[in-house]
């Protein structure tokens, strides 16, 4: 079964910082990349971050510095560290493998004091 699945999300005071998990299918993680994707109310789905199979990495400018994009072949995890963070970064954010039509259910990450 292809499944990803996200994890890690809340609610952070800005400049705080929060580890975002997609736990992937064996089928996907060995086979595609994975990016995260952010989408914030009214607004259209953003790419933030991606990681290839042989850990080459991209990042939105918006995070630059911030986030780090990460994967555990162990684990088939992929991660999204994500520090200094902003009332702009809250959003709902999807783990997605490059390519395909799989996608995660969502994992709501809120930065507010």
């Known amino acids: 079964q292809v499944q990803l699945v996200e994890s890690g999300g809340g609610l952070v005071q800005p400049g705080g910082s929060l580890r975002l998990s997609c736990a992937c299918s064996g089928s996907i993680f060995s086979r595609f990349a994975v990016a995260w994707y952010r989408q914030a109310p009214g607004k259209g789905r953003e790419l933030v971050a991606s990681?290839?199979?042989?850990?080459?990495?991209t990042y939105a400018d918006s995070v630059k510095g911030r986030f780090t994009i990460s994967r555990d072949n162990a684990k088939q995890t992929v991660y999204l560290q994500m520090t200094s963070l902003k009332p702009e970064d809250t959003a709902m954010y999807y783990c997605y493998a490059l390519g395909t039509s799989y996608w995660g259910q969502g994992t709501q990450v809120t930065v507010s004091s």
């Open positions: 990681i290839y199979i042989g850990g080459t990495t």
